[in-house]
Nanobody, 125 residues
């Protein structure tokens, strides 16, 4: 079963930073748009950020714009999410997602081809 593997979650104080990574050794991500979603307890899964297959175009939800930066390294088959100035409301399980040959900047859950297992991010003092 093909899968993505996230890492880098943890507990951080408000104002702190974390860097999430997503990788796979099972297939190449070159033709996939990639995204980070998050899901807080009792809430729907929401789109946080996307990056197109070349890495030239990114999208950010308004709630994270200016604080989060998504990047990818196709040579290493990885994507990253640098999260700065973290707030308690950023607390959630963060999921990496891949959509094959995506044509839009945003990503619907229904169009995701592969998911990661999720990594917990907790922002608390």
């Amino acid at each position: 079963q093909l899968q993505l593997v996230e890492s880098g979650g943890g507990l951080v104080q408000p104002g702190g930073s974390l860097r999430l990574s997503c990788a796979t050794s099972q297939f190449t991500l070159d033709n996939y748009a990639m995204a980070w979603f998050r899901q807080a307890p009792g809430k729907d899964r929401e789109l946080v950020s996307t990056i197109n297959s070349s890495g030239e175009s990114t999208y950010y939800a308004d709630s994270v714009k200016g604080r989060f930066t998504m990047s990818r390294d196709n040579a290493k088959n990885t994507v990253n999410l640098q999260m700065n100035s973290l707030k308690p409301e950023d607390t959630a399980v963060y999921y990496c997602a891949a959509e094959f040959e995506a044509t839009t900047q945003t990503m619907d859950i229904a169009r995701v081809d592969f998911w990661g297992q999720g990594t917990q991010v907790t922002v608390s003092s």
